[in-house]
């Protein structure tokens, strides 16, 4: 079955640095990959989606990269600051067309100022 | 700009009794979800819902889980008979149609079982 790989422990980096999370998946093919934002006790929040087609994709100071070779996705968040504190998921469809997604456990990212 | 919305925010219920969650997806929405997620553990996919019917469920989601969109505007995820292991947050979600991937999620109900 799909299964969707991050790093279960916490990362903890200085303001202003580079946040770097990793998403790995096995036994799919994605079209599609997601990253969502989850704050302590609320839903999660859609932050960027990439295809299998692209290699990176930007928004702000988000950036993802996407190689279905190594089957793995990297989420990035420069100059990060401690409002960047937050459970980040990785998200697959599944294979239905239904639109179903598949999350990974999360990271959880703790900005220190 | 839109939400998805979920009442009730926090219930607690005891074993065995019967509890309805609420969401009122994004208005012009057509595909609902429910998912659940377990203290400490991933966000779980439950069950999908578009045109009036079930379009695919998880294993989770047993004869005990119903779901029913009674009017225009609710979506309601039904738990017949709660276990304690039921205790987690639900979250509904939805999105516009089909080839929209991105769903917007609902901040979720916190349901404990005693």
């Known amino acids: 079955s799909q299964k969707i790989e991050q790093n279960s422990e916490a990362l903890n980096i200085q303001e202003g640095k580079t946040a770097t999370l990793t998403c790995n998946y096995t036994?799919?093919?994605?079209?599609?990959l997601q990253w969502y934002r989850q704050d302590p006790g609320r839903g999660p929040v859609f932050l960027l989606l990439?295809?299998?087609?692209?290699k990176e994709k930007r928004k702000e100071r988000l950036k993802v990269t996407f190689d279905t070779t190594l089957k793995q996705s990297l989420f990035h968040i420069t100059a990060s600051q401690p409002a960047d504190s937050a459970t980040y998921l990785c998200?697959?469809?599944?294979?239905?067309?239904?639109?179903?997604?598949?999350f990974g456990q999360g990271t959880t990212l703790q900005v220190k100022p | 700009e839109p939400e998805v919305t979920q009442t009730p925010s926090h219930q607690v219920t005891q074993m065995g009794q019967e509890v309805i969650l609420r969401c009122v997806p994004i208005?012009?929405?057509?595909?609902f979800y429910w998912y659940r997620q377990i203290l400490g553990q991933k966000v779980e996919f439950l069950v999908s819902?578009?045109?009036?019917?079930?379009?695919?469920k998880s294993e989770i989601f047993d004869d005990q889980f119903s779901v029913e969109r009674p009017d225009g505007s609710n979506f309601t995820l039904k738990i017949r008979s709660t276990k304690l292991e039921d205790s987690a947050m639900y979250f509904c979600?939805?999105?516009?149609?089909?080839?929209?991937?991105?769903?917007?999620f609902g901040p979720g109900t916190r349901l404990l079982v005693l």
């Open positions: 979600a939805s999105k516009p149609y089909q080839n929209q991937e991105t769903q917007y």
């Open positions: 036994n799919y093919s994605p079209a599609y």
């Open positions: 990439i295809r299998e087609n692209e």
């Open positions: 998200a697959l469809h599944g294979s239905s067309n239904t639109g179903k997604l598949i």
């Open positions: 208005s012009n929405h057509l595909y």
């Open positions: 819902f578009y045109n009036n019917e079930i379009s695919e």
